[in-house]
T-cell receptor, first 110, second 113 residues
Framework: GQSLEQPSEVTAVEGAIVQINCTYQ??????LSWYQQHDGGAPTFLSY????GLEETGRFSSFLSRSDSYGYLLLQELQMKDSASYFC???????????FGAGTRLFVKA | SQTIHQWPATLVQPVGSPLSLECTVE??????LYWYRQAAGRGLQLLFY??????ISSEVPQNLSASRPQDRQFILSSKKLLLSDSGFYLC????????????FGPGTRLLVL
């Protein structure tokens, strides 16, 4: 079967750095995405990794290791507005189907 | 620029009643379209996806169905709602030649009583 695992909750303080891990098991792999979702809102795209290595977009970075079926999202200089749920998602077999993880709830404390 | 619309925003329906949720995309052609359901505090469950008019792939057997009568219109339906159909329904689109990024609509919050 296909599955993605990520921690259910992470808590960090304002200004700190936090890493949210994601391991996946899928039939076929085209890329790993990350989405942010605030309470009551729709998910919004953060980043995408198709190749091994680190992708940086402002305060957010995402890493992928295809040999380990593992990736992470790194959030730096945390702000209160970063409190949200973060989902990893894998574009797998068939290419046009994306499987989402259960999400990691990030709480940023003052 | 591209925009995605969903309506209604919220819906309360009795068990056994029919359902029709509509999603439309503007500013792009031949998008890939998706319906997801999200239970409270949970992840996104892919229900249906479509790569073209009349082409629907179902991911989870259930009492829901989807149709794509026009290029940028995606409809989620049910003939008889169940209590378990309650949830947050999200429509999304991605460019025709890539699923690298999906863009989500505002969602419909459905409560079946």
């Amino acid at each position: 079967g296909q599955s993605l695992e990520q921690p259910s909750e992470v808590t960090a303080v304002e200004g700190a750095i936090v890493q949210i891990n994601c391991t996946y098991q899928t039939s076929g792999f085209y890329g790993l995405s990350w989405y942010q979702q605030h309470d009551g809102g729709a998910p919004t795209f953060l980043s995408y990794n198709a190749l091994d290595g680190l992708e940086e977009t402002g305060r957010f970075s995402s890493f992928l290791s295809r040999s380990d079926s593992y990736g992470y999202l790194l959030l730096q200089e945390l702000q209160m507005k970063d409190s949200a749920s973060y989902f990893c998602a894998v574009r797998g077999a068939g290419g046009f189907k994306t499987i989402f993880g259960a999400g990691t709830r990030l709480f940023v404390k003052a | 620029s591209q925009t995605i619309h969903q309506w209604p925003a919220t819906l309360v329906q009795p068990v056994g009643s029919p359902l029709s949720l509509e999603c439309t995309v503007e500013g792009t052609s031949n998008p890939n379209l998706y319906w997801y359901r999200q239970a409270a505090g949970r992840g996104l469950q892919l229900l249906f996806y479509s790569v073209g008019i009349g082409q629907i792939s179902s991911e989870v057997p259930q009492n829901l169905s989807a149709s794509r009568p026009q290029d940028r219109q995606f409809i989620l339906s049910s003939k008889k709602l169940l209590l378990s159909d309650s949830g947050f329904y999200l429509c999304a689109w991605s460019p025709v030649d890539s699923d690298k990024t999906q863009y989500f609509g505002p969602g419909t919050r459905l409560l079946v009583l």
